[in-house]
Protein backbone atom coordinates (compact mmCIF):
# COMPACT_ATOMS: atom_id res chain seq x y z
CA UNK A 1 0.00 0.00 0.00
CA UNK A 2 1.33 2.93 -1.14
CA UNK A 3 1.64 6.09 1.89
CA UNK A 4 2.85 9.61 1.00
CA UNK A 5 3.63 12.29 3.62
CA UNK A 6 3.90 16.38 2.46
CA UNK A 7 6.31 18.30 4.67
CA UNK A 8 7.96 21.86 4.61
CA UNK A 9 7.45 25.00 5.85
CA UNK A 10 3.75 26.46 6.34
CA UNK A 11 4.84 30.13 6.07
CA UNK A 12 6.63 31.47 3.18
CA UNK A 13 7.39 35.17 2.45
CA UNK A 14 6.39 36.68 -0.96
CA UNK A 15 9.72 36.58 -3.73
CA UNK A 16 10.92 33.06 -1.89
CA UNK A 17 11.12 30.22 -2.89
CA UNK A 18 8.16 27.25 -1.40
CA UNK A 19 10.15 23.93 -0.67
CA UNK A 20 7.92 21.06 0.06
CA UNK A 21 8.76 16.92 0.05
CA UNK A 22 6.74 13.89 -0.21
CA UNK A 23 8.07 10.74 1.66
CA UNK A 24 7.44 7.42 0.20
CA UNK A 25 6.66 4.77 2.17
CA UNK A 26 5.20 1.35 0.64
CA UNK A 27 6.49 1.11 -2.47
CA UNK A 28 9.78 2.59 -4.43
CA UNK A 29 9.87 5.06 -6.08
CA UNK A 30 12.14 3.77 -8.36
CA UNK A 31 9.03 1.95 -10.09
CA UNK A 32 7.70 4.02 -13.11
CA UNK A 33 4.62 2.48 -12.41
CA UNK A 34 3.71 5.31 -10.53
CA UNK A 35 3.84 9.36 -11.78
CA UNK A 36 4.86 11.11 -8.51
CA UNK A 37 2.55 14.11 -8.98
CA UNK A 38 1.64 17.67 -6.71
CA UNK A 39 -1.90 18.92 -6.66
CA UNK A 40 -2.88 22.19 -4.72
CA UNK A 41 -5.97 23.32 -3.81
CA UNK A 42 -7.29 26.74 -3.01
CA UNK A 43 -11.08 28.01 -2.35
CA UNK A 44 -10.62 30.01 -5.19
CA UNK A 45 -9.30 27.77 -8.19
CA UNK A 46 -10.28 24.69 -6.43
CA UNK A 47 -8.01 21.82 -7.25
CA UNK A 48 -4.97 22.73 -9.64
CA UNK A 49 -2.72 19.47 -10.86
CA UNK A 50 0.95 21.00 -10.64
CA UNK A 51 3.14 18.46 -12.48
CA UNK A 52 4.83 14.89 -11.23
CA UNK A 53 8.44 13.17 -12.34
CA UNK A 54 9.42 9.86 -12.44
CA UNK A 55 12.28 7.91 -11.66
CA UNK A 56 12.80 7.24 -15.32
CA UNK A 57 13.14 11.27 -15.54
CA UNK A 58 9.57 12.19 -17.21
CA UNK A 59 8.61 14.87 -16.37
CA UNK A 60 5.36 17.19 -15.89
CA UNK A 61 5.38 20.97 -14.88
CA UNK A 62 1.89 23.01 -15.84
CA UNK A 63 2.34 25.65 -17.95
CA UNK A 64 0.80 28.24 -15.35
CA UNK A 65 3.48 27.48 -13.13
CA UNK A 66 6.43 26.26 -15.58
CA UNK A 67 8.92 29.08 -15.31
CA UNK A 68 8.73 29.20 -11.20
CA UNK A 69 8.44 25.09 -10.49
CA UNK A 70 11.19 22.79 -9.93
CA UNK A 71 10.07 18.79 -9.11
CA UNK A 72 12.86 16.62 -8.35
CA UNK A 73 13.37 12.76 -7.11
CA UNK A 74 15.69 11.32 -4.44
CA UNK A 75 15.51 7.62 -4.64
CA UNK A 76 17.95 7.41 -1.99
CA UNK A 77 15.55 8.62 1.06
CA UNK A 78 12.31 7.44 -1.15
CA UNK A 79 10.83 11.01 -2.01
CA UNK A 80 10.38 13.42 -4.07
CA UNK A 81 10.40 17.32 -4.05
CA UNK A 82 8.61 20.59 -5.13
CA UNK A 83 10.15 23.78 -5.59
CA UNK A 84 8.12 26.74 -6.82
CA UNK A 85 10.08 30.39 -6.90
CA UNK A 86 9.30 33.58 -6.71
CA UNK A 87 6.05 32.72 -4.63
CA UNK A 88 2.75 35.42 -4.36
CA UNK A 89 0.03 35.72 -2.23
CA UNK A 90 -2.11 33.27 -5.36
CA UNK A 91 0.15 30.35 -4.43
CA UNK A 92 -1.08 30.34 -1.23
CA UNK A 93 -2.91 26.70 -0.62
CA UNK A 94 -2.93 23.20 0.60
CA UNK A 95 -0.18 21.24 -1.40
CA UNK A 96 -0.71 17.54 -1.70
CA UNK A 97 1.52 14.78 -3.26
CA UNK A 98 -0.58 12.28 -5.09
CA UNK A 99 0.22 9.51 -7.23
CA UNK A 100 -2.30 7.01 -9.37
CA UNK A 101 -1.66 3.29 -9.26
CA UNK A 102 -1.75 1.64 -11.91
CA UNK A 103 -4.16 0.35 -13.17
CA UNK A 104 -6.14 3.35 -12.51
CA UNK A 105 -4.36 5.41 -15.59
CA UNK A 106 -4.23 8.89 -14.33
CA UNK A 107 -6.79 8.97 -11.39
CA UNK A 108 -5.22 9.33 -8.41
CA UNK A 109 -5.46 6.18 -5.42
CA UNK A 110 -3.01 7.76 -3.20
CA UNK A 111 -2.78 10.96 -1.83
CA UNK A 112 -0.83 12.87 1.28
CA UNK A 113 -2.68 14.29 4.05
CA UNK A 114 -1.92 17.78 2.57
CA UNK A 115 -0.16 20.91 4.12
CA UNK A 116 -0.96 24.33 4.02
CA UNK A 117 0.97 26.87 2.64
CA UNK A 118 0.47 30.45 3.63
CA UNK A 119 2.62 33.29 1.36
CA UNK A 120 2.80 36.51 3.83
CA UNK A 121 5.12 38.88 4.45
CA UNK B 1 -7.18 22.75 -21.98
CA UNK B 2 -10.09 20.47 -21.18
CA UNK B 3 -12.69 22.83 -18.89
CA UNK B 4 -15.20 20.55 -16.75
CA UNK B 5 -18.13 21.96 -15.30
CA UNK B 6 -19.91 20.10 -12.85
CA UNK B 7 -23.98 20.64 -11.42
CA UNK B 8 -25.22 21.87 -9.34
CA UNK B 9 -22.56 24.15 -7.03
CA UNK B 10 -24.73 22.24 -3.73
CA UNK B 11 -27.13 19.77 -3.73
CA UNK B 12 -29.47 19.27 -0.69
CA UNK B 13 -31.11 15.63 -0.74
CA UNK B 14 -32.23 13.68 2.53
CA UNK B 15 -30.59 10.60 3.65
CA UNK B 16 -31.49 7.67 2.58
CA UNK B 17 -32.41 9.12 -1.05
CA UNK B 18 -30.44 8.85 -4.24
CA UNK B 19 -28.19 12.09 -5.31
CA UNK B 20 -27.08 12.49 -8.90
CA UNK B 21 -24.41 14.83 -9.21
CA UNK B 22 -23.09 16.09 -12.95
CA UNK B 23 -19.83 16.64 -14.76
CA UNK B 24 -19.31 18.13 -18.12
CA UNK B 25 -16.09 18.21 -20.20
CA UNK B 26 -15.57 20.85 -22.81
CA UNK B 27 -14.04 18.19 -25.25
CA UNK B 28 -14.63 14.51 -25.21
CA UNK B 29 -12.37 12.83 -22.74
CA UNK B 30 -13.97 9.08 -23.80
CA UNK B 31 -14.10 7.40 -20.17
CA UNK B 32 -11.26 9.38 -18.62
CA UNK B 33 -12.76 10.45 -15.54
CA UNK B 34 -12.42 10.24 -12.11
CA UNK B 35 -14.97 10.66 -9.23
CA UNK B 36 -13.54 11.72 -5.77
CA UNK B 37 -15.07 12.35 -2.50
CA UNK B 38 -13.83 15.11 -0.34
CA UNK B 39 -14.54 15.59 4.11
CA UNK B 40 -13.08 18.79 5.43
CA UNK B 41 -9.58 18.60 6.46
CA UNK B 42 -9.31 15.31 4.34
CA UNK B 43 -7.54 14.73 0.90
CA UNK B 44 -9.89 13.81 -2.16
CA UNK B 45 -10.57 10.01 -2.12
CA UNK B 46 -10.99 8.31 -5.11
CA UNK B 47 -14.49 6.65 -5.97
CA UNK B 48 -14.67 5.93 -9.64
CA UNK B 49 -11.93 5.52 -12.26
CA UNK B 50 -12.74 5.12 -15.93
CA UNK B 51 -15.85 7.05 -15.58
CA UNK B 52 -17.58 3.72 -14.05
CA UNK B 53 -15.58 1.63 -12.16
CA UNK B 54 -15.30 1.58 -8.11
CA UNK B 55 -12.03 2.39 -6.48
CA UNK B 56 -11.05 -0.40 -4.09
CA UNK B 57 -13.29 -0.39 -1.10
CA UNK B 58 -16.09 1.94 -2.40
CA UNK B 59 -19.50 0.83 -1.76
CA UNK B 60 -21.81 -0.34 -4.32
CA UNK B 61 -24.31 2.31 -4.17
CA UNK B 62 -22.09 4.95 -5.59
CA UNK B 63 -21.61 4.33 -9.11
CA UNK B 64 -20.64 6.13 -12.53
CA UNK B 65 -21.81 6.72 -15.65
CA UNK B 66 -20.94 8.33 -19.42
CA UNK B 67 -18.72 8.89 -21.92
CA UNK B 68 -17.51 11.39 -24.18
CA UNK B 69 -18.23 14.71 -22.60
CA UNK B 70 -20.97 13.81 -19.93
CA UNK B 71 -21.07 12.25 -16.93
CA UNK B 72 -22.79 11.01 -13.70
CA UNK B 73 -21.83 10.10 -10.28
CA UNK B 74 -25.18 8.42 -8.36
CA UNK B 75 -24.97 7.66 -5.14
CA UNK B 76 -28.48 5.86 -4.02
CA UNK B 77 -29.42 4.96 -0.25
CA UNK B 78 -28.00 8.39 1.24
CA UNK B 79 -25.70 7.67 3.89
CA UNK B 80 -24.91 10.71 6.71
CA UNK B 81 -21.21 9.86 6.24
CA UNK B 82 -21.92 10.78 2.09
CA UNK B 83 -22.31 14.43 3.06
CA UNK B 84 -19.14 16.34 1.57
CA UNK B 85 -17.67 17.61 -1.64
CA UNK B 86 -17.18 15.50 -4.91
CA UNK B 87 -15.22 16.11 -8.02
CA UNK B 88 -14.76 15.00 -11.11
CA UNK B 89 -11.52 14.82 -12.92
CA UNK B 90 -10.34 14.31 -16.54
CA UNK B 91 -7.25 12.21 -17.23
CA UNK B 92 -7.75 12.13 -20.83
CA UNK B 93 -4.35 13.26 -22.15
CA UNK B 94 -2.37 11.28 -19.55
CA UNK B 95 0.31 11.39 -18.42
CA UNK B 96 -0.88 15.24 -17.62
CA UNK B 97 -2.44 17.81 -18.18
CA UNK B 98 -4.94 16.92 -16.01
CA UNK B 99 -8.09 19.12 -14.79
CA UNK B 100 -10.48 19.18 -12.17
CA UNK B 101 -14.57 19.99 -11.41
CA UNK B 102 -15.08 22.99 -9.38
CA UNK B 103 -16.58 20.44 -7.29
CA UNK B 104 -20.70 19.25 -6.16
CA UNK B 105 -21.30 20.11 -2.56
CA UNK B 106 -23.54 17.63 -1.09
CA UNK B 107 -25.49 18.55 1.45
CA UNK B 108 -28.05 17.24 3.99
CA UNK B 109 -31.45 17.72 3.43
Known amino acids: QVQLQESGPGLVKPSQTLSLTCTVSGVSITSDLYYWSWVRQTPGKGLEYIGY???????FSTPSLKSRLTISLDASKNRFSLKLTSVIAADTAVYYCATPGGITTGAFDFWGQGTMVTVSS | EIVMTQSPATLSVSPGERATLSCRAS??????LAWYQQKPGQAPRLLIYGASTRATGIPVRFSGSGSGTEFTLTISGLQSEDFAVYYC???????????FGQGTRLEIK
Open chain 2, 89 to 99: HQYSNWPPPST
Open chain 1, 53 to 59: IQYSGST
Open chain 2, 27 to 32: QSISTN
